[in-house]
């Protein structure tokens, strides 16, 4: 196998173990992004089958004398002397060994950005409640009902009356 070819299918292998796909199913909410995650992961995965079976194996050797036999000796003697002298070089990675450590940083970047974003969302949610529960009861809500729930308020509106402060 060629070094270029097994690198990819290394990096396709590797990738294939580290997609949480069942995480990212969860957070899909429409019927239509299921049907187009559904599709990149069939497209994923036929692709990722293809790079380990394609890049995995040795080309098959070339049969010389079946093609001495149907063109001349001469002509299959200079495509096998040309073949022969070919080198492949090997491929040597210069590129993930300079992006890995920033990759590596955004990655902790992104799960303290993740953990502060799932700690604004529960406290969203209980602001949510605590609104919704306020709207209920709106109408029939007494002053001292609503001071108990806000105190900051009722100081506020408390000191406004000692210093007779009322706004204007």
């Known amino acids: 196998m060629s070094g270029a070819g097994k690198k990819i299918a290394d990096v396709a292998f590797k990738a294939s173990r580290t997609i949480d ?3 990212m199913a969860k957070v899909l909410v429409t019927d239509e992004a299921r049907r187009e995650f559904s599709n990149l992961r069939r497209a994923f995965d036929e692709v990722n089958t293809q790079l380990q079976t394609k890049f995995s194996q040795e080309p098959e050797p070339i049969d010389w004398d079946f093609y001495r036999k149907g063109i001349g ?3 299959v003697d200079m495509y096998k002397e040309a073949y022969d002298s070919i080198e492949i070089p090997k491929y040597v990675d210069n590129v993930t060994p300079e992006y890995k450590p920033k990759f590596d940083a955004l990655l902790v970047e992104l799960k303290e950005a993740e953990q502060k974003s ?3 969302s529960e406290r969203l949610e209980k602001e949510i409640v605590d ?5 209920k009861k709106l109408s029939t809500m007494t002053a001292d ?3 108990e729930k806000h105190p900051e308020l009722k100081k506020k509106f408390d000191d406004e009356i000692r210093n007779d402060y009322w706004g204007y």
């Open 73 to 75: 000796s001469g002509i």
């Open 21 to 23: 796909w069942e995480g």
């Open 118 to 120: 799932l700690k604004e």
């Open 131 to 135: 609104v919704q529960e306020i709207s």
């Open 145 to 147: 009902e609503y001071f």
